[in-house]
């Protein structure tokens, strides 16, 4: 047993620049799950300019202008966007959160007595103690809503540091970009200063992520618009309640693939139920929605990511599972591009060992 682990670790460590690749990866893992918070601002700073710059570089090589120009003309149409939706989007997103959270009460009473009459109409797929026992379960009984304002109170108070850092989060992360894109050959110089010489297998991993890596986060912003836009339009369409609302859910669920859809399609058919019953209208409503996430999943995608993705859906669903359950939202986001960094770094590093190898 010990030969063989012997002889694994020569065939695979035995390379220098397999080590530096090694320990670059654990120095890095180590200070985004140690500093991950305090950091945010600049590696969300970091992201936003990579994907920019490839506008800039876009903008130099096709229409020929100078760099300093580019830069004006890319960061004035993001801060343009942030503008917008801080001004346009989110009140109204805001203000019909506070709607749904004001009818909460009604909801719920509407859905009890929903599920009360569900034995009546069903009863040999649905019987009263089944309904007693969910709700007992779920809490979901009128009264238990009495006090959600004073809830929700507590919550909102809790929550003003939150709300402080995503109002520094605003006004920092824009600037970082800015300097990010400015300086960019400044920063990549000083960088460059402070990486080992062997670093051969890291560019190596870096030229097989980077093109990826952008086709993934362009292909899911722009899925993200398509599919959150045009759920709006049917909801806006059909006059479903929180249209706004459920169509940015709606949008934001394709940033986890699988589990998204499943979780964003239950509020979805709830506002839907409670506000039409299951009749004609609603059928027609949630149809052309599953029509939407049909085409998403077999039209979008594969338009969008066929060069990005190539993972098994076990590696996506793990990759979520373990990226989430780490840094939350941004893992969520970055899971399928981390579990490719993971796919890269492990095919690069075998390629190379055998290289190493066979020149040995």
């Known amino acids: 047993m010990f030969e063989v682990l012997k002889r694994w670790f020569s065939n695979y460590f035995s390379d220098p620049e397999a080590s530096i690749l090694l320990i670059a990866l654990a120095l890095s893992f180590f200070v985004i799950m140690v500093f991950g918070k305090i950091l945010a601002p600049l590696l969300i700073g970091l992201v936003i300019a990579y994907l920019l710059e490839i506008i800039v570089t876009k903008l130099k090589r096709k229409m020929k202008f100078p760099r300093w120009l580019a830069v004006t003309c890319v960061y004035g149409l993001f801060v343009s966007l942030i503008i917008l939706a801080v001004i346009g989007l989110f009140p109204l997103l805001y203000k019909q959160f506070t709607q749904l959270l004001n009818e909460m009460p009604q909801i719920s009473s509407q859905l009890h007595d929903s599920l009360i009459g569900l034995p009546q109409r069903y009863p040999e797929f649905i019987s009263d103690k089944m309904i007693n026992g969910f709700l007992s379960n779920t809490q979901m009984n009128p009264a238990y809503f009495i006090n959600y304002g004073k809830a929700f109170l507590t919550v909102s108070l809790a929550s003003i540091p939150s709300i402080v850092s995503w109002t ?19 920063l990549v110089a000083w960088s460059e200063h402070y990486m080992p010489a062997q670093r051969g297998l890291i560019i190596e991993v870096w030229h097989e992520m980077r093109s990826q890596l952008a086709r993934y986060v362009r292909g899911k912003f722009i899925e993200l618009l398509i599919v959150g836009f045009a759920s709006y339009l049917v909801f806006r369409a059909f006059g479903l309640n929180y249209a706004s609302l459920l169509g940015f859910l709606v949008g934001l669920s394709v940033i986890v693939p699988y589990v998204g859809f499943i979780v964003v399609s239950i509020p979805v058919a709830v506002v839907g139920i409670l506000q039409w019953g299951i009749n004609t209208e609603f059928l027609c409503m949630f149809g052309v929605y ?19 993705v190539n993972l098994h859906p076990v590696a996506i669903i793990v990759a979520v599972l373990f990226f989430g359950g780490i840094w939350g939202f941004w893992g969520l986001f970055f899971a399928i591009p981390l579990a490719t960094l993971v796919k890269a770094v492990v095919n690069a590093w075998v390629r190379h060992s055998k290289h190493h190898k066979k020149k040995s």
């Open 290 to 308: 599953l029509f939407i996430q049909l085409m998403d999943a077999n039209v979008l995608v594969p338009l969008l990511f066929s060069e990005a």
């Open 168 to 186: 520094v989060y605003v006004f920092l992360v824009p600037l970082l970009v800015f300097f990010f894109l400015k300086d960019k050959k400044q």
